[in-house]
């Protein structure tokens, strides 16, 4: 059982916007930013959003994140087959003094 | 380029002890935070513990606290992970993963599998 709860998973077809929501409390997401990793199929994850909203350099500016009390959710536009993966959502929780992590999302491109 | 390198997985039987190794270059080793995360087969990643930048402060999952040890070498630019009493439920990749200048997980290493069975 993860700590930040997602969908296990979502679709869209290429060009399509799809939305990944991720729900944790007040010890994580409600006072601690928002961090997003894709992981492709037999691969490291590897950082998409940091900070609730920002992108590493090399990230397309297809992928956009944002925060709301205690939830968050990671915007995908331009839907396109390279963007078939996992994403999983995290955040540092105070009362645990670690990492917690959403149980990952499934993106299937139709 | 920051790499991280992970190595020392393996398989070993149930009760057994185990020593991860993360080796780091491209940064400034001791200025970052690292974290050990697991990724069970097919499953969800887990975080495992973290030590800070200096060493001084360290912290565990309740499920591996009083069984592994993080500890950093600063003249080696190395991670490590001392794994004891391992049980099958510790099967999983582990990967080694270097803080940020805030508060994410920036880089990550390849992974190490450890497979616990008899």
């Known amino acids: 059982q993860s700590v930040l709860t997602q969908s296990p998973s979502a679709s869209g077809a290429p060009g399509q916007r799809v939305t990944i929501s991720c729900s944790g409390s007040?010890?994580?997401?409600?006072?601690?930013?928002v961090n997003w990793y894709q992981q492709l199929p037999g691969t490291a994850p590897k950082l998409l959003i940091y900070d609730n909203n920002q992108r590493p350099s090399g990230v397309p500016d297809r992928f956009s994140g944002s925060k709301s009390g205690t939830s968050a959710s990671l915007a995908i536009s331009g839907l396109q087959s390279e963007d078939e993966a996992d994403y999983y959502c995290?955040?540092?929780?105070?009362?645990?003094?670690?990492?917690?992590f959403g149980g990952g999302t499934k993106l299937t491109v139709l | 380029e920051v790499q991280l390198v992970e190595s020392g997985g393996g398989l070993v039987q149930p009760g057994g002890s185990l020593r991860l190794s993360c080796a780091a270059s491209?940064?400034?080793?001791?200025?970052?935070?690292m974290s050990w995360v697991r990724q069970a087969p097919g499953k969800g990643l887990e975080w495992v513990s973290t030590i800070s930048g200096g060493g001084g402060s360290t912290y565990y999952a309740d499920s591996v606290k009083g069984r592994f040890t993080i500890s950093r070498d600063k003249s080696k630019n190395t991670l490590y992970l001392q794994m004891n009493s391992l049980r099958a439920e510790d099967t999983a990749v582990f990967y080694c993963?270097?803080?940020?200048?805030?508060?994410?997980?920036?880089?990550w290493g390849q992974g190490t599998l450890v497979t616990v069975s008899s």
């Open positions: 993963a270097k803080r940020g200048s805030g508060l994410y997980v920036e880089y």
């Open positions: 995290a955040a540092w929780d105070d009362s645990l003094n670690g990492w917690v």
């Open positions: 007040s010890s994580n997401i409600g006072s601690n930013p």
């Open positions: 491209g940064f400034t080793f001791s200025s970052y935070a």
